[in-house]
């Protein structure tokens, strides 16, 4: 079948979104499949060794560009088939891997100050932003022929109650791990209990919340550590670690090409997110045999069971219950019997099982 991937980048260093996109072109390719990818400049890799057609755009800041521009784009690549991860408004298969970036957005307004949400109310913009957010997902949405995959229930969820998607149009794909990839490795302990969180959008993976709960949890157990990769700290964020004298505790790594030898490091993973459609990380953290912290607002958390393969507490403000997940996991007995569910957790929802998932939703429209 010939398959036009759309994505915004295709550059597996950028990103969970964006490495998940490459992986499938690959994968798709390696199963018989002609692909074309269209993406935005710049490349993030070298494409001298991808046997398949790569057409990058000229990036424009407006997403109704992007979006027409890739319309224009698709009118020539003489593909069957129009996977889109969610940049523009032509597929036959509308893969939004971040969600409805409305209910991202209104998500998201959770985690900020009330003065924050004033600015954002205001700022030009942000209203800028918004307005083609809701022209984008209302276009992208009201094709009655374009089948819907939804990475969680609730995310399906979301595009029922804010764009009317009917359940008979959603196809429901949890997000796959490569675990070829991400496995566990053999690393000597350091004696402490070290906790890993990785965000590129730090606030919105609830960064504050866990640093009230770390600090509750550290005065309990000295012995805890914390590492955080992604977005440098903001001022804010490092006024709150003095205050609470964490300086020796916490730990900003900021960004990183590989995120296994962080994950081979740490003793669990902890990400008490406000909005994620279906983590990437919590599903790379499990299969390098890690028991994870997330919240219900998390879509992979519908694939763990509290308790099982780590905890899922209801909120990301519930610094309480936070609290008591970071000095239960301390334990290293839970940690060991977690760790066994979280491997097991992998095995299930492997990255070679998501593309045969994927394969038969594009069977039922070919």
């Known amino acids: 079948m010939r398959i036009a991937l759309v994505l915004e980048h295709f550059d597996p260093q950028r990103g969970g979104l964006e490495f998940w996109g490459w992986q499938l072109a690959h994968a798709l390719t390696r ?53 889109d991860l969610g940049v523009g408004w032509s597929a036959d298969v509308l893969h939004p891997q971040t969600g409805s970036r409305l209910a991202n957005y209104r998500r998201e307004l959770r985690s900020l100050s009330a003065r924050q949400r004033v600015i954002h109310a205001i700022h030009p913009r942000k209203r800028r932003w918004l307005d083609e957010v809701r022209r984008l997902e209302e276009r992208q949405y009201r094709h009655a022929s374009c089948l819907v995959v939804a990475v969680s229930q609730m995310v399906a969820r979301d595009l029922s109650e804010l764009h009317s998607v009917e359940p008979e149009r959603i196809r429901i794909i949890p997000n796959g791990v490569d675990t070829t990839r991400f496995r566990p490795a053999n690393t000597e302990r350091s004696g402490k209990t070290v906790f890993l969180f990785a965000a590129r959008n730090p606030r919105l993976k609830g960064l504050q919340p866990l640093l009230k709960a770390f600090s509750g949890a550290n005065a309990k157990r000295p012995d805890l550590r914390l590492v955080a990769i992604g977005r440098e700290p903001d001022a804010e964020t490092m006024r709150f670690v003095q205050k609470e004298r964490l300086e020796h505790a916490v730990a900003f790594a900021g960004f990183v090409d ?80 977690m760790r066994c569910h979280a491997l097991e957790l992998a095995s299930r929802c492997s990255f070679e099982r998501n593309v045969d998932a994927i394969e038969k939703v594009y069977a039922e429209i070919a």
Do not use: K
């Open 31 to 83: 199963r018989g499949h002609s692909m074309t990818v269209v993406a935005f400049e710049p490349a993030g890799a070298s494409r001298a060794d991808i046997d398949m057609d790569v057409r990058l755009l000229p990036w424009q800041e407006s997403r109704l560009a992007r979006a027409q521009a890739v319309d224009t784009e698709l009118a020539d690549t003489g593909a069957d088939l129009v996977h």
């Open 258 to 337: 590989d995120t296994r030898p962080c994950l081979a490091a740490a003793d669990a993973f902890v990400l008490p997110s406000y909005y994620d459609a279906c983590s990437l990380a919590i599903l790379e953290a499990c299969a390098c045999g890690l028991p994870v912290i997330t919240t219900r607002q998390n879509g992979a958390s519908e694939l763990l069971t509290d308790g099982r393969e780590g905890r899922v507490i209801p909120d990301a403000d519930d610094t309480r219950a936070l609290t008591e997940a970071l000095l239960e996991l301390a334990d290293p007995e839970v940690r060991t019997r």
